[in-house]
């Protein structure tokens, strides 16, 4: 996500929304102050199987917690 100022996202706004288009966020500043996002008004559609051989889920994920660290989430420690 990229931050411009008022000046120059009127000056360049065709090609900042091209970038909008593509799925990039811009943030609009006024003095270094950021008073606006343009976001796409539609994301493109999710393509399953899209993170296929990037990311990997170890065979115990889903085993239950140690039990020092399971007490952690309930507020306990030990």
């Known amino acids: 996500m990229k931050t411009i100022n008022i000046h ?6 065709s090609r900042l929304l091209e970038s909008v288009e593509e799925g990039e966020e811009v943030i609009i500043a006024r003095a270094g102050k950021p ?3 343009l ?21 115990d994920f889903d085993e239950p ?12 420690s030990r």
């Open 8 to 13: 120059e996202a009127k000056t360049h706004l």
């Open 35 to 37: 008073i606006a996002k």
């Open 39 to 59: 976001v796409p008004l539609k994301s493109k559609p999710r393509r399953p199987g899209g993170l296929k051989g990037k990311i990997r889920i170890h065979p």
């Open 65 to 76: 917690l140690p039990e020092d660290i399971a007490a952690a989430f309930g507020g306990e």
